[in-house]
């Protein structure tokens, strides 16, 4: 991914995290509370998912999942989801952003956002 891709994926993500930022305050969440994030991403290969899901590994995240992704249109792409616990408020970090998007862009792969569950009394 050139220079230009990965800032405009992290500019992407940032737009969308402030969407995400303004739906889960409306719903009563407390951002600053350590909870279960999946992290989301798209690999183009076996190869790639692989590699992609040890240094996910080696920096903390538990790797969810990591399984083809069953795609018609690109049969050799594969599916990592990886879980780690944090708030809200470092998951959208604009540096913690960046850093998910250069380390998949590492492995030719990309970043695909994040989600949790909403455990609301």
């Known amino acids: ?5 990965i800032q405009a994926s992290i500019k992407g993500h940032q737009k969308r995290n402030t969407e995400l930022m303004k739906r889960l305050r409306a ?3 407390i951002l600053g509370e350590p909870r279960s994030i999946d992290l989301h991403f798209w690999a183009p290969s ?15 995240f538990l790797v969810l999942v990591l399984a083809p992704a069953n795609s018609k249109e690109d049969p050799k792409r594969w599916n990592i989801e990886a879980g ?3 708030s809200i408020n470092i998951t ?3 540096e913690f952003v960046e850093g ?3 380390m998949a862009s590492d492995f030719s ?4 956002g ?3 569950s909403l455990d609301l009394q």
Not at 1 to 5: D, G, K
Not at 46 to 60: T, W
Request: charge should be positive.
């Open 92 to 94: 959208i970090r604009k």
């Open 100 to 102: 998910m998007v250069r």
């Open 114 to 116: 994040w989600g949790t």
């Open 27 to 29: 719903k009563g969440a």
């Open 109 to 112: 792969s990309e970043f695909d």
């Open 84 to 86: 780690v616990r944090q």
């Open 1 to 5: 991914m050139l220079e230009v891709e």
């Open 46 to 60: 076996q190869k790639h998912a692989a590699l992609l899901s040890r240094a996910l590994y080696e920096r903390g």
